[in-house]
Each structure stands twice: as C-alpha cells, then as structure tokens.
C-alpha cells in the first residue's frame, strides 16, 4: 500500500544526525543556532528560537504580541486545533472566520466584517498549501501570526505594501514539507516584536528547544528544500490534470502567487468511504483531511462556518511526497481520473 504520508529523510539527513550524537555537547551545541540562522536567511525573517513543540512555539508568539485573558483573535475554522487549545490555556477568545470554498483559506468578506466588530490579533494559516491573499491584512491595526508550515518557499507577504506578519510559525514534524523529525521554528517579520519575542524566550526552560541532533538533521533538509518543493509541485501538476478528468475538485490559487502541495487535497462528490474502499483496492491509502483542525474539536462551528464544514466533511488527502517515485505517481494519477 501506498501510505498517505511518508517523512522525505535520506541517509545523509541520517549521518549529520548519528554524527551529532557522537559529539560533545560544546561541538554540538552549535548546530541549534546555525539552523535557526539558516532558516531565518532563507526566509528573511529574524530568528526567534526553533522549539521541541509545536504549542510552545504558538504560545510564544501569542505572549509576545500580548495577547493574553480577554484578548480576541480571528482564526479560520480549519485552523490546526493547537491554536485553539492554546487560546483556552491563556484565556483568549477565538473569533472564528468561515474560509473560500475554492482555496480552503480565510474569506476576504469575513476579515473586513469580524476585523470591524473588535479583534487584537489574528491567525494566518493555510490547510492546504494554497497562498493567503496578503493585501487583506496589510491595513490591519493589529498584530498577525502568520503559519507558513504548508506553504514555505511561497509568497510570505504583501509585495505590494512591503507588509510583512509580526511574528511567523514554522513546523517542521515529520509529515511536514521541510522535517527535522520534530520541532517548530518561531521568526518576527516585525523588528519591533524583536525584544518582547526574546523576552518571552528566554525565560523558557532550556529543554523546550530544539535537540542538537534534530537540528543537525534540519540543517540538511534545508539544503534540498528547493528540490523538495519543486518536485512536489510537478507531481501536484500531474495530479490535478488527472483529476480534470473525474468528477471531483481540489483547490486552487486564485492570484498570481505560487502554491505548494504538502499532500495532495480532493473535494469529493461522492461519500468518503466509497472512495476509500476504490482506492484501497488499487493499493493507495487515502485519508480525510481536516481531522486535526479547529472545526473538528469545535462542532458548533458547522453552522457558523458552512464552508469550512463542508470541506471538513467531504475533503479527502491522497499522498503526495519527493520520495513517492515514478511508478507510484502514475499509479495515484490513474486513481484520480477514474475516481467513482
């Protein structure tokens, strides 16, 4: 069987990895902070720190921007559900945003709309590799946490305006584009947020960051980040050609920025467990895709929020990675035209 997701770790990811833990400490130590600067250059954002936990990183970025009990901030439904169990621990409010049924990401009418009625902050994420529009939050007065996780190497700002996020999140787990087998990278866009993100930093426990050999091991995948990113959109390519030829739909970018293709999302017009069934049989596995989202932990949003509860019910993710080779692309590229 073809497994959904599959970590892109090659054997020298494996050796910088083995070599870091034959090291001493002092020697290592260092590998940290040359992947928090490495990224940090190719993003062009200022460091922060690179953490163990995806929720520390969220809770950093919140407290640095001083949202804390009583503060409000928009948040699309199909966020990861990390950020709403974060808001519980710190006493904020989620003002949530119904998303585009086209492109899964936060509705245009619904940032004007909810930006109007009273918020401090806002979340910026996209669920499947599909660029945000930028220029709707360029002329916001509050801070914004942009999670570039699905769609690093794309577009990170509004060209247009120079507007950059305040703060910017980056996991990189082992299903993510860009692994260093845990951890998640925090960044400021905003050189003012600079002395309150390290503030809040520095007064973490020093077994919340990054281990060396994680980050030895991130270090490398920097490295093929292009490749990686470049490859998964060729096969993306091939995917949704193949798709034109069903009956179902995926996302797509409706401006000019580029996308990226983390896995590889279906909107479906037929029951889930129809497709799954035909797609097991051809010995490809296929999975909802937004089980892991604020909509899923917050059922009272299905009538809030219909487009994000239409694309939680009906959106399947089919696998899509560097590593997935020639045979198995064709293989899943068959599947999606001939889809029931």
């Known amino acids: 069987m073809i497994p959904v997701f599959k970590p892109s770790i090659k054997r020298k990811e494996m050796d910088a990895l083995l070599s870091t833990l034959v090291s001493d400490y ?44 009583g503060s409000k901030v928009l948040v699309s439904a199909l966020s990861p559900s990390s950020y709403i169990k974060e808001f519980e621990k710190l006493s904020i409010t ?43 939050f360029s002329e916001l007065a509050v801070p914004v946490i942009s999670d570039i996780t699905t769609t690093v190497g794309c577009s990170t700002g509004d060209e247009d305006s120079g507007w950059l996020p305040d703060i910017v999140i980056l996991r990189m787990e082992l299903m ?27 007064d973490l426990p020093v077994t919340s960051l990054l281990l060396n050999m994680h980050a030895a091991m991130g270090l490398i995948q920097l490295d093929s980040l292009e490749n990686f990113i470049e490859r998964r959109r060729e096969i993306g390519d091939i995917f949704e050609k193949s798709l034109l030829k069903g009956n179902h739909k995926s996302f797509f970018q409706t401006n000019e920025l580029t996308r990226n293709y983390p896995s590889f999302y279906v909107v479906l017009n037929s029951p889930f467990k129809e497709i799954i069934r035909y797609a097991r049989k051809n010995g490809i596995m ?53 889809l029931p």
Do not use: W
């Open 286 to 338: 296929v999975e909802l895709a937004f089980t892991d989202t604020a909509l899923a932990i917050e059922p009272d949003l299905s009538e809030q929020c219909p487009n994000a509860n239409s694309l939680h019910m009906r959106t399947a993710v089919f696998p899509l990675y560097p590593g997935l080779g020639s045979r198995n692309t064709l293989a899943i590229a068959r599947l999606l035209s001939t």
């Open 26 to 69: 002092q020697e290592a130590a260092n590998d940290n902070n040359d992947f928090l600067k490495a990224l940090a250059k190719y993003l062009q954002f200022e460091p922060g720190a690179i953490v163990r936990e995806y929720s520390t990183a969220i809770y950093i970025a919140l407290k640095a921007l001083g949202l804390g009990p």
């Open 176 to 202: 993510d584009i860009i692994t260093s087998g845990e951890g998640t990278a925090v960044f400021a866009g905003n050189r003012k947020i600079l002395p309150e993100l390290r503030s809040v930093i520095a």
């Open 94 to 136: 989620a003002v949530y945003a119904d998303v585009e049924i086209s492109t899964g990401c936060i509705r245009a009418e619904e940032v004007q709309r909810l930006a109007e009625s009273g918020i401090d902050g806002v979340v910026l994420c996209s669920p499947n590799g599909i660029t945000p529009d930028y220029s709707l």
